[in-house]
């Protein structure tokens, strides 16, 4: 369960994040793209053309994760329940729960790959279930760039 809620708080943080990357200029490289794209790495505050825009954004999504959180932690669905509460905070709630849906989906996605590498290497103990889960790696990897 922990490790669900702290998936959650990291895929929230990014969010909010992304969406001032893509909006703010001199950017690095406009914002969390589609497709293949990892999102990027979120720049201490020092090192934004504003500091204290920069300090002053990231407060607020605190509060607002935090407030979030709070109102979500007796709901039987903390996760739908936490981005209901947390995009409803967004200047575009459309928009926030397009990109939390579109995380949910890569979370599913890489979830669902190691599940595979899991079944496949069923039965196999130390060295050789290591070597297994890295050979399965690979094997997806080489996957996803001839498709991508």
């Known amino acids: 369960m922990n490790r669900i809620q702290s998936t959650l708080v990291a895929a929230l943080f990014c969010l909010p994040a992304g969406l001032a ?16 794209e990892h999102h990027r790495m979120m720049k201490p505050c020092s090192q934004e053309s504003d500091p204290a825009k920069c300090e ?8 607002n994760f935090k407030s ?16 209901e509460s947390y995009c ?3 200047a575009d709630p459309t928009q926030c729960k397009a990109k939390a849906a579109e995380m949910k989906a890569r979370h599913a ?12 290497c069923t039965g196999k103990r130390g ?9 399965q790696r ?3 990897r080489g996957q996803s760039d001839k498709k991508g």
């Open 56 to 63: 002053a954004t990231r407060k607020q999504m605190r509060e």
């Open 88 to 90: 409803a905070k967004q």
């Open 68 to 83: 979030a959180h709070d109102a979500c932690k007796d709901s039987k669905d903390k996760r739908a329940c936490m981005t």
């Open 109 to 120: 996605q890489h979830a669902d790959k190691r599940q595979a590498i899991a079944e496949a």
């Open 127 to 135: 060295e050789a279930l290591q070597k297994c889960y890295q050979e």
């Open 138 to 140: 690979e094997k997806s």
């Open 21 to 36: 990357f893509a909006q703010g200029p001199g950017t690095m490289g406009g914002g969390m793209g589609g497709g293949g």
